[in-house]
């Protein structure tokens, strides 16, 4: 956020304010996703209303209202031994709690503040997450700096992972602008007590060499930690200072450590695993101004000032990112709705392919990609998008609205460095709408809702919260009442005898695999097999409606990745019966 963003002073325009493992298993399905520049996954047409990019995208069929989870569970091992689909009903679903959180935290010159809150809030979610709820966590962090051409003497990380403790990189939390600010103690000492992070080698599931990887595991089984807690090398490793581009890319940065994570070689390769939830969190003060470098003359003193806060200025402003990616409906100074869109080099509504920033279509497309390689594990919304950036405190709960607006606030330099008033504000400074994330974070929400939140607030602890609470949770409970009232199918018995056919349910590398239970009293050893209680062994299912509850008894060292389901088809009694 800004008291007052200071505009270009120099070439470089740093004055623009800126071991647990898994069994190994090399999935087919991730020869898919070092192509996913170049593939298009089908778009449903409310999306592309819902987002307002309404230039012909180049990249999606509007057309096409296929949806992605529809081929989820479609194939089937020894199919012909099951009992039909329809007949079946869900009893059992497991999970493994496997979570991986990628952290894009803007590291431009307005962040320190926001960089202490966020990383006190990192810290006690990762913490949680790990060790009260079990979670099989991965913790990965990277910047907003994807370079610009007057960013000349910054990272670009573009989107490599950093794990390094930030008392070794005091330097990058000094930022010398028109003025010099310096937020080392604040955002760093007041947080980090360890020199380096200490990381144990360890092996991936496309990587069976033990190395030291540049993200943080923890889970029940141990951490990739020496001896440091979670907490510890995440408040080291969370500060990414505040020396980065000021021309801020999160959404490429997204999009470049996807691409890494599969990179063979890459030393990102093999971050993301298939089987896990993905959450990805942005933390910015500002509006994304990811620019395909095809246009970058759009920065240029002698390119064309189309988008520019001030065409008679020396250097161009960050109204350039709002200006060349935003269309608003309104007029000054109430100019919204606002939503995304493609425009090219003159300021007319384009398609994807002459945009000046890249289609927000390509973010879309990307993370659905993602999302349909884990079908295979998860049959739930496996991708999500969380974002802290400028919105009002209170958007999230639903007690305050974004307005936008263009000179109502009164500061109309604000307006020329960023093209549009605040989005929200506070003592620590203001904070530019988020337009383009926002719509990304509306589209694959965390759990039920999106999870968009303040960055003008003192804790960004709800923001990490609702990932908590709706993606890191582990389910090992292997007992539940079969969801019906099964039949008695020998009278001539005491107590109801069921007939049940079990269907188990698993992921791997090929498609989801399903597979008969059998009866623990004739089961194979070493395989899972059922037992099965009904009448007053089962008094507790007579709530729902059920006369039998379900065992799934698991052998000891039996692993599942994603999510384990368990099914029944079972001879039901007359409605009522129970």
């Known amino acids: 956020m800004h008291e007052r963003k200071e505009t270009v002073t120099d070439a470089h325009g740093l004055g623009h304010g800126r071991g647990v493992t898994r069994p190994a298993r090399a999935s087919a399905l991730l020869a898919l996703l070092p192509l996913?520049?170049?593939?298009?996954c089908g778009l449903p047409a409310g999306k592309l209303g819902d987002i307002g990019d309404t230039g012909d995208t180049g990249d999606t069929d509007p057309s096409d209202t296929s949806d992605t989870n529809a081929t989820a569970d479609s194939g089937e091992s020894g199919s012909t031994e099951l009992?039909?689909?329809?007949?079946?009903?869900?009893?059992?679903?497991?999970?493994?709690?496997?979570?991986?959180?990628?952290?894009?935290?803007?590291?431009?010159?307005?962040?320190?503040?926001?960089?202490?809150?966020?990383?006190?809030?990192?810290?006690?979610?990762?913490?949680?997450?790990?060790?009260?709820l079990g979670t099989d966590l991965r913790v990965g962090f990277t910047t907003t700096d994807n370079g610009n051409p007057w960013c000349g003497g910054t990272g670009p990380e573009a989107g490599n992972l950093r794990l390094s403790s930030c008392l070794s990189r005091q330097q990058e939390f000094v930022f010398n602008g028109a003025s010099t600010i310096d937020v080392t103690q604040e955002a760093c000492l007041d947080f980090c007590v360890l020199d380096d992070i200490p990381i144990l080698p360890t092996t991936t599931h496309v990587d069976q060499t033990a190395t030291e990887r540049r993200w943080i595991e923890a889970g029940p089984g141990g951490t990739n930690l020496g001896a440091v807690s979670v907490s510890q090398a995440v408040s080291c490793a969370a500060p990414q200072g505040i020396n980065g581009c000021g021309f801020e890319q999160p959404l490429e940065?997204?999009?470049?450590?996807?691409?890494?994570?599969?990179?063979?070689?890459?030393?990102?390769?093999?971050?993301?695993?298939?089987?896990?939830?993905?959450?990805?969190?942005?933390?910015?003060?500002?509006?994304?101004?990811?620019?395909?470098?095809?246009?970058?003359?759009?920065?240029?003193?002698?390119?064309?000032?189309?988008?520019?806060?001030?065409?008679?200025?020396?250097?161009?402003?960050?109204?350039?990112?709002?200006?060349?990616?935003?269309?608003?409906?309104?007029?000054?100074?109430?100019?919204?709705?606002?939503?995304?869109?493609?425009?090219?080099?003159?300021?007319?509504?384009?398609?994807?392919?002459?945009?000046?920033?890249?289609s927000l279509t390509r973010y879309i497309n990307e993370l659905q990609m993602v999302e349909s390689t884990k079908l295979a594990y998860r049959d739930d919304g496996s991708v999500s998008v969380a974002l802290i950036a400028g919105v009002p405190v209170g958007y999230a709960e639903g007690t305050a609205e974004l307005v936008y607006t263009r000179g109502a606030a009164g500061d109309g330099q604000f307006v020329e460095d960023f093209g549009v008033d605040p989005g929200c504000e506070s003592p620590a400074g203001r904070a530019v709408p988020p337009v383009r994330i926002k719509a990304l974070a509306e589209l694959f929400p965390v759990g039920a809702q999106p999870a968009i939140h303040s960055i003008c607030g003192d804790d960004y602890s709800p923001a990490l919260g609702a990932i908590s609470s709706a993606l890191a949770s582990p389910q090992h409970d292997t007992t539940a009442c079969i969801p019906a009232c099964v039949a008695d199918t020998d009278p001539a018995l005491v107590g109801t005898q069921p007939?049940?056919?079990?269907?188990?349910?698993?992921?791997?590398?090929?498609?989801?695999?399903?597979?008969?239970?059998?009866?623990?009293?004739?089961?194979?050893?070493?395989?899972?097999?059922?037992?099965?209680?009904?009448?007053?062994?089962?008094?507790?299912?007579?709530?729902?409606g059920s006369n039998a509850e379900l065992e799934l008894v698991l052998p000891a060292g039996f692993e599942w990745q994603g999510q384990l389901t368990i099914e029944a088809a079972c001879e039901l009694a007359p409605a009522g019966s129970c």
């Open 499 to 544: 007939q049940c056919e079990i269907v188990m349910g698993v992921g791997t590398e090929m498609g989801r695999d399903f597979t008969l239970v059998p009866a623990c009293d004739g089961g194979a050893a070493g395989m899972p097999c059922y037992e099965m209680r009904t009448d007053g062994e089962a008094m507790q299912c007579a709530a729902q």
């Open 83 to 132: 009992p039909p689909e329809s007949d079946r009903v869900g009893v059992l679903r497991l999970d493994d709690g496997a979570l991986d959180v990628l952290f894009v935290i803007d590291n431009s010159g307005s962040m320190g503040t926001e960089q202490a809150r966020a990383t006190a809030a990192i810290a006690a979610f990762a913490e949680h997450a790990a060790g009260t």
């Open 36 to 40: 996913l520049p170049a593939l298009a």
């Open 253 to 358: 940065s997204m999009h470049k450590s996807i691409e890494r994570s599969f990179f063979a070689g890459d030393e990102m390769e093999g971050f993301l695993r298939p089987w896990a939830r993905l959450a990805v969190v942005f933390v910015t003060d500002e509006v994304d101004c990811s620019y395909d470098p095809s246009w970058q003359d759009i920065f240029l003193p002698e390119g064309n000032r189309a988008f520019w806060g001030d065409p008679e200025a020396a250097s161009p402003t960050s109204a350039v990112c709002w200006n060349a990616s935003v269309e608003c409906q309104g007029s000054d100074p109430d100019i919204g709705p606002c939503t995304a869109q493609n425009f090219d080099v003159d300021g007319n509504v384009t398609d994807a392919s002459n945009a000046v920033m890249y």
